[in-house]
């Protein structure tokens, strides 16, 4: 069993920041890539950002410059710092993580998510 808690959503206000965590733990063989979508009220589920293994990163294009993942694997967290909010980034926020319990045994697996308003 894998469990994914997120933390440190909340309302601010537009310019201002946020830094969402999210805590894996379980049943854990390896990592692969972790990464955090965003879910707004009447639309798709769309990635945010990504990390893999290696520290390679990839942002959706309305983040670049302002939001930057991280990860730490001996705590078994990743990470999103997000500056410079914006009305549109506001969105429930999951984390996501593939992982695998077992030798070469991968499953995706999802926290619950965290809301994030930016409003003045």
């Known amino acids: 069993q894998v469990q994914l808690v997120e933390s440190g959503g909340g309302l601010v206000q537009p310019g201002g920041s946020l830094r969402l965590s999210c805590a894996v733990s379980?049943?854990?063989?390896?990592?692969?890539?972790l990464g955090w979508y965003r879910q707004a009220p009447g639309k798709q589920r769309e990635l945010v950002a990504s990390?893999?293994?290696?520290?390679?990163?990839n942002y959706v294009d309305s983040v670049k410059g302002r939001f930057a993942i991280s990860r730490d694997n001996a705590k078994n967290t990743v990470s999103l710092q997000m500056n410079s909010l914006k009305p549109e980034d506001t969105a429930v926020y999951y984390c996501n993580a593939r992982i695998a319990s077992r030798p070469s045994a991968y499953n995706i697996y999802w926290g619950q998510g965290t809301q994030v308003t930016v409003s003045s």
């Open positions: 379980g049943s854990i063989y390896s990592f692969d890539t």
């Open positions: 990390i893999t293994n290696g520290g390679g990163t």
